[in-house]
């Protein structure tokens, strides 16, 4: 259980990157090359922070093992941990409410845009 917003976000950004590990060896066994360092990019930006080993806080005790983790394949470069703000997040369309204005474009990231849509009024 996550005890604020940065840590859950720090545990998201953890799994994804073991997801991406996973991928990387996956493509790698069918003897492609996989450009590195990877891409994760956070929205959090004191997940990032943690992550990157800018933050100097004493109160991260508590997940130090999952940041390790994180650490190693950073400074191994395979994995590079990015700050995203969250209006270039298109993802957040999917768990967030969005006011109407970032709703409608990222909307166009996902169905495209026609004659049609100018018809929908933006909030």
């Not at 990387?24 to 930006?45: A, C, F, Q």
Request: charge should be negative; charged fraction near 25%; glycine fraction near 10%.
């Amino acid at each position: 259980m996550a005890l604020s917003v940065c840590e859950a976000e720090l545990y998201a950004g953890i799994s994804c990157a073991q997801d991406m590990l996973y991928v990387k060896h996956v493509i790698e066994s069918l003897g492609l090359k996989v450009k590195l360092p990877m891409k994760l990019e956070m929205d959090n930006k004191g997940a990032v922070d943690l992550a990157n080993n800018w933050s100097v806080g004493g109160r991260t005790h508590h997940i130090g093992t999952k940041i390790e983790f994180l650490r190693g394949y950073k400074e191994n470069g395979v994995i590079e941990i990015v700050w995203m703000p969250g209006s270039d997040n298109e993802v957040d369309m999917f768990t967030k409410n969005l006011g109407g204005p970032l709703f409608h474009h990222i909307l166009k990231v996902f169905v495209g845009e026609d004659k049609y849509m100018g018809h929908v009024a933006p909030e």
